[in-house]
């Protein structure tokens, strides 16, 4: 599938191939769960044909299909018959590992109907060997905290550092309350407030006459730049965390003049050193009293 990334993930239960999906969400690919796989033809060749909108594809399919399952080689000759390119991701771990999460978990292993849990991993063993041969790379999660695992997917995938995670950064006022999301609250009511200024007042933060004004006084060029400085320092340990999503939230009254500005200061700020990010400004509009 020409510039399209399709991968095929499998491998034992209890492996973390729902964890695999979720981080793949993360990294901006397509997921579907327990697809049989004799639709996975019908399913390429609806990607192949919408027009650019899906490029990046993730399909988990295991013994939880049951009979359908045994059906996936066929399905993979299909897609090379095609002209379809595909990657198979396989994870796997140790039977100790496996049985001391299903245990957790109380769940029964989905070919142990009648054996024990060591039993129902044999026979998928045997079942998934023939797969497990054709695999592009093979993840032994025994090991693996979660952030590991996200990041040796993330390595895998040559997925850049910086687009790992997504940063919102967003404006509001605290008389309206502190956004519900936020994962990190600054409070700017410190700085001269454009407010009072009579020829000011009906002005907005996005606009370069608030900005002008805020940057006369020396506090903001200096709160700037530490804060500027603090949040480059922590984005990239929290995507080395793991972290999927980054809520900054930035405040001052009314959420109209000072915290617009900053927040539009910080998202400039991040863009530049190549982080995914977008800014909101929550109350900008209705609540100010300002209309687009």
């Not at 239960?13 to 639709?39: R, T």
């Not at 500027?228 to 929290?238: A, E, K, S, T």
Request: with cysteine.
């Amino acid at each position: 599938m020409e510039r399209k990334k399709f991968i095929i993930v499998t491998g034992l239960s209890g492996a973390g191939k729902s964890m695999a999906a979720n981080f793949l969400e993360d990294f901006g690919y397509f997921c579907i769960d327990n697809l049989p796989p004799l639709l996975i033809p019908k399913f390429a060749e609806l990607v192949a044909q919408s027009d650019g909108h899906i490029n990046k594809v993730a399909l988990v399919s295991d013994v939880r299909g049951g009979q359908f399952f045994d059906h996936l080689l066929q399905a993979l000759r299909m897609l090379e018959d095609m002209g379809f390119g595909y990657e198979i991701l396989y994870l796997e771990a140790s039977d100790e590992v496996l049985v001391r999460r299903y245990k957790e978990s109380r769940r029964r292993h989905p070919l142990s109907t009648e054996g024990g849990i060591l039993d129902g991993l044999k026979l998928e063993k045997k079942k998934l060997k023939n797969i497990r041969e054709r695999a592009s790379k093979i993840v032994d999660t025994s090991n693996l905290g979660s952030s590991e695992f996200k990041n040796t997917l993330a390595e895998w995938l040559e997925q850049d550092e910086r687009q790992r995670m997504l940063i919102t950064v967003t404006s509001f006022g605290f008389k309206y309350g502190i956004p519900l999301d936020a994962d990190l609250v600054f409070d700017v009511r410190f700085l001269p407030n454009p407010f009072w200024v009579e020829e000011l007042k009906e002005h907005i933060g996005t606009e370069q006459i608030i900005k002008d004004y805020l940057n006369r006084f020396p506090i903001t060029g200096t709160f700037m730049n530490k804060l500027i400085d603090f949040i480059l320092f922590l984005i990239p340990n929290y995507i080395r965390e793991g972290k999927a999503q980054l809520s900054i939230s930035i405040g001052c009254t009314g959420g109209k003049h000072r915290s617009v500005a900053v927040a539009d200061w910080i998202s400039t700020a991040i863009r530049q050193r190549g982080y995914a990010c977008v800014v909101e400004h929550r109350d900008l509009t209705e609540r100010s009293g300002y209309h687009e």
